[in-house]
């Protein structure tokens, strides 16, 4: 847990500074998925939606729709596809407009499988 954190808890701070360096306990912190398009298939995208509790994902067409916004980082969908999702390793996902958190994946032509 970062320090930081526990430090503000302890002086009861409701609020903080955003830290001036990275901290290195953010290694630690779950993160949100990255896709693999070229193993993204619209089965392999239908199932990924089924298993995503937050509705962070949604297929439309031939696209995968991940929203960062609304991701947990809860890591079912990298469960249910292994081999097309991996984690990005990036936890600071700050943006100035909602927007910015949605990212639109290129599904794959099917695939025999
Ligand atoms: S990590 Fe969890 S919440 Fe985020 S997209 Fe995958 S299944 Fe959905």
Redo the contacts with the bound molecule.
Sequence with gaps: MPLWFVRGLRRGIVTTHYPARPDPSAVDLPV??AFRPGQLDRAVADRLCA????R??RREGDELV?DAGA????????EAAPQAVTVCGEWELAATARSHLIKRIPLAAETSS
């Design positions: 949100p998925p298993a995503c509790p937050s962070a994902l991940f991701c947990t980082a809860c890591g079912r969908c990298r």
